[in-house]
Nanobody
């Protein structure tokens, strides 16, 4: 199995910054796409940003220009730099990775446990 461990969440004032990290470990053969999702209280989980192992990036419109996703393939780690945070960014942030545990195994989606980000006004 593949485990994802997130870190870097916390409480920050509006306009502040946080950097989230997510490291994948375990029985990893390959990891392709890595993404950050978030889920605010009472709302559906939504995609925040995604990056392929080739470096192609997509952002939700709501975070463009403020958030930056990056990854270190050698460390199987994805980052989310969040600047100019707003109260509406408050949510639990989840890391997701698409990976294989062996050459003949199918790709699966693996999720982290989530990290809380709270932005005060």
């Amino acid at each position: 199995q593949v485990q994802l461990v997130e870190s870097g969440g916390g409480l920050v004032q509006s306009g502040g910054s946080l950097r989230l990290s997510c490291a994948a470990s375990g029985r990893i053969y390959s990891i392709s796409d890595m993404s950050w999702y978030r889920q605010a209280s009472g709302k559906q989980r939504e995609l925040v940003a995604a990056i392929t192992n080739g470096g192609t990036i997509n952002y939700a419109d709501s975070v463009k220009g403020r958030f930056t996703i990056s990854r270190d393939n050698a460390k199987n780690t994805v980052y989310l730099q969040m600047n100019s945070l707003k109260p509406e960014d408050t949510a639990v942030y989840y890391c997701m990775a698409v990976g294989r545990t062996g050459v003949l195994t199918p790709r699966n989606n693996y999720w982290g446990q989530g990290t809380q980000v709270t932005v005060s006004s």
